[in-house]
């Protein structure tokens, strides 16, 4: 009987669940994004990066996003370049945790 099946539902995982392939899919996703963190670190764990880094929190972040006097338009682009800070503080901090359970 064993010759009659088709070659394909003799490989492995042919009847994997669902699940599975989501799992698997996440967990490629994750690599992916750890790899995006990973570089962010490489960048700005130097000394040089550090410094830059304080630069954009201090003047990006710290600071206030809207000034009196200022139009909307203006408190945008604030608002754009802290979120950019925020951004590669998350990135700095995902590279920092590892993989999950390491």
């Known amino acids: 009987m064993r010759d009659e099946l088709p070659p394909r539902l003799l490989q492995r995982d042919v009847f994997d669940n669902e699940s599975d392939r989501l799992d698997t899919q996440s967990r490629e996703a994750w690599a992916k994004g750890y790899e995006i963190a990973k570089m962010h670190a490489d960048v700005f764990?130097?000394?040089?990066?550090?410094?830059?880094l304080s630069h954009w929190v201090k003047i990006f972040v710290?600071?206030?996003?809207?000034?009196?006097?200022?139009?909307?338009?203006?408190?945008?682009?604030?608002?754009?370049?802290?979120?950019?800070?925020?951004?590669?503080?998350?990135?700095?901090?995902?590279?920092?945790?590892?993989?999950?359970?390491?």
């Open 45 to 52: 764990n130097t000394e040089a990066g550090q410094k830059l």
């Open 62 to 102: 710290a600071r206030a996003i809207v000034r009196p006097g200022d139009d909307q338009f203006t408190a945008g682009i604030r608002e754009g370049q802290a979120d950019v800070v925020r951004q590669l503080l998350t990135q700095l901090e995902y590279a920092r945790q590892g993989p999950p359970g390491g």
